[in-house]
């Protein structure tokens, strides 16, 4: 099926390298690198997922800042593809507890073992962390994950002294605690993202929710695990959005558009109380996976002001207002503005206040534009 698996750092650099089939040629890696690097050149935006390349059919995900590429010559599914790198990377962190370059260098004896018994001769065995177990014997170098990365200027906001990585999972699921104890504990993760596109004057014109629930368990003896989800929860239309903060209760309908569920959940009891149990693998997977297309209050309304400071100049102002709760604080946040491919240069003067509701966050972009 595929032929080539390689995993690059942001730089390039080669950090894990497998040939299963021999019949595509060496410097794949450096050929699909300096593509992805300079696609931007052709006007076409960034590199797509899948491309061709002299023959050469090119695949890959970008998680944790690495890139996970498979090469093939024959016509395979590009969506399998993709998915498999996926999970291969998923099935890397459930071994490394954390996924980044330094552990990937300290650790590639356990990853090479790992894509072994994955894929064999070019075709997928099994991705299951659980199965993985009876086959692979090396044991993880801990990386310590305590050392979180900044949060940036937005850091100065933080109201508390501690705070969680965002998953709580960053070790290994074949590595006991100091003395050889086990691990009883499980973390249950809901990680959603939310694209909105507002008018220049802050209207919503579109808005989408795509949400999945994520889950580790460290249980020994693997119990039988209840899941209750919102009683209120409907799959279809109206009722009210889990993003309408006015409701100062916390309750109200729950409209998911679609959901799918992982395959050890069992749904018997769903439509009567809207519980999930499950006998959760090994590994971090996902629970349930939701898509959620009716109207909510976003936690940021964006503003944007566009004038003509000259024949060559214009000014941007645009401002963030944040629409959550005051006793809830934002961090790391970054406002990213595309400029046109003849912009020449820009003078940005921003101002940053807390991010709490009422309050503002303002940029103002001068960028200077060529005739």
Not at 194 to 210: A, P
């Given at each position: 099926m595929i032929s080539q698996l390689f995993v690059l750092s942001q730089r390039g650099d080669n950090i894990v390298f497998r040939d299963y089939c021999g019949e595509v040629q060496k410097g794949t890696a450096e050929i699909f690198f300096?593509?992805?690097?300079?696609?931007?050149?052709?006007?076409?935006?960034?590199?797509?997922?899948?491309?061709?390349?002299?023959?050469?059919?090119?695949?890959?995900?970008?998680?944790?800042?690495?890139?996970f590429v498979a090469t093939t010559r024959v016509n395979v599914s590009p969506s399998l593809v993709l998915e498999l790198l996926q999970r291969i990377a998923r099935v890397i962190k459930d071994y490394l507890g954390v996924l980044n370059e330094d552990s990937l260098r300290k650790n590639f004896v356990l990853v090479y073992e790992l894509l072994d018994e994955v894929i064999d001769f070019g075709y997928v065995q099994t991705t299951s962390t659980e199965v993985l177990k009876s086959y692979v014997f090396n044991e993880p170098i801990v990386i310590d994950a305590a050392r979180l990365p900044s949060l940036g200027p937005a850091g100065i906001f933080m109201q508390r002294s501690k705070r969680m990585p965002g998953t709580a999972v960053t070790k290994s699921v074949v590595a006991n605690e100091p003395g050889g104890r086990k691990r009883e504990e499980i973390f249950v993760d809901i990680i959603e993202k939310i694209s909105v596109t507002f008018s220049s004057s802050g209207y919503i014109l579109t808005s989408e929710i795509d949400g999945t629930i994520q889950m580790k368990s460290y249980l020994t003896g693997n119990p039988e695990i209840r899941l209750a989800l919102n009683d209120?929860?409907?799959?279809?239309?109206?009722?009210?959005?889990?993003?309408?903060?006015?409701?100062?209760?916390?309750?109200?309908?729950?409209?998911?558009?679609?959901?799918?569920?992982?395959?050890?959940v069992h749904l018997d009891n769903f439509d009567i109380d809207r519980t999930l149990s499950l006998v959760p693998p090994d590994g971090e997977f996902p629970v349930m996976n939701y898509r959620m297309t009716q109207e909510f209050r976003p936690p940021f309304r964006i503003n944007a002001l566009i004038e003509e400071a000259g024949p060559l100049k214009a000014e941007v102002i645009v401002k963030v207002r944040a629409e959550f709760p005051s006793d809830v604080t934002a961090n790391a946040i970054i406002v990213q503005m595309p400029l046109p491919t003849y912009t020449t240069r820009y003078f940005c003067f921003h101002f940053i206040t807390p991010i709490v509701k009422g309050k503002d966050l303002g940029y103002a972009l001068m960028p200077l534009l060529q005739s």
């Amino acid at each position: 099926m595929i032929s080539q698996l390689f995993v690059l750092s942001q730089r390039g650099d080669n950090i894990v390298f497998r040939d299963y089939c021999g019949e595509v040629q060496k410097g794949t890696a450096e050929i699909f690198f300096r593509k992805v690097m300079f696609w931007k050149e052709d006007g076409e935006g960034d590199a797509p997922p899948v491309f061709n390349v002299d023959g050469v059919n090119y695949f890959h995900v970008k998680v944790a800042g690495l890139l996970f590429v498979a090469t093939t010559r024959v016509n395979v599914s590009p969506s399998l593809v993709l998915e498999l790198l996926q999970r291969i990377a998923r099935v890397i962190k459930d071994y490394l507890g954390v996924l980044n370059e330094d552990s990937l260098r300290k650790n590639f004896v356990l990853v090479y073992e790992l894509l072994d018994e994955v894929i064999d001769f070019g075709y997928v065995q099994t991705t299951s962390t659980e199965v993985l177990k009876s086959y692979v014997f090396n044991e993880p170098i801990v990386i310590d994950a305590a050392r979180l990365p900044s949060l940036g200027p937005a850091g100065i906001f933080m109201q508390r002294s501690k705070r969680m990585p965002g998953t709580a999972v960053t070790k290994s699921v074949v590595a006991n605690e100091p003395g050889g104890r086990k691990r009883e504990e499980i973390f249950v993760d809901i990680i959603e993202k939310i694209s909105v596109t507002f008018s220049s004057s802050g209207y919503i014109l579109t808005s989408e929710i795509d949400g999945t629930i994520q889950m580790k368990s460290y249980l020994t003896g693997n119990p039988e695990i209840r899941l209750a989800l919102n009683d209120d929860l409907s799959i279809g239309s109206g009722g009210r959005s889990i993003y309408d903060y006015g409701s100062s209760s916390g309750s109200g309908v729950v409209i998911l558009d679609d959901c799918n569920f992982h395959e050890s959940v069992h749904l018997d009891n769903f439509d009567i109380d809207r519980t999930l149990s499950l006998v959760p693998p090994d590994g971090e997977f996902p629970v349930m996976n939701y898509r959620m297309t009716q109207e909510f209050r976003p936690p940021f309304r964006i503003n944007a002001l566009i004038e003509e400071a000259g024949p060559l100049k214009a000014e941007v102002i645009v401002k963030v207002r944040a629409e959550f709760p005051s006793d809830v604080t934002a961090n790391a946040i970054i406002v990213q503005m595309p400029l046109p491919t003849y912009t020449t240069r820009y003078f940005c003067f921003h101002f940053i206040t807390p991010i709490v509701k009422g309050k503002d966050l303002g940029y103002a972009l001068m960028p200077l534009l060529q005739s």
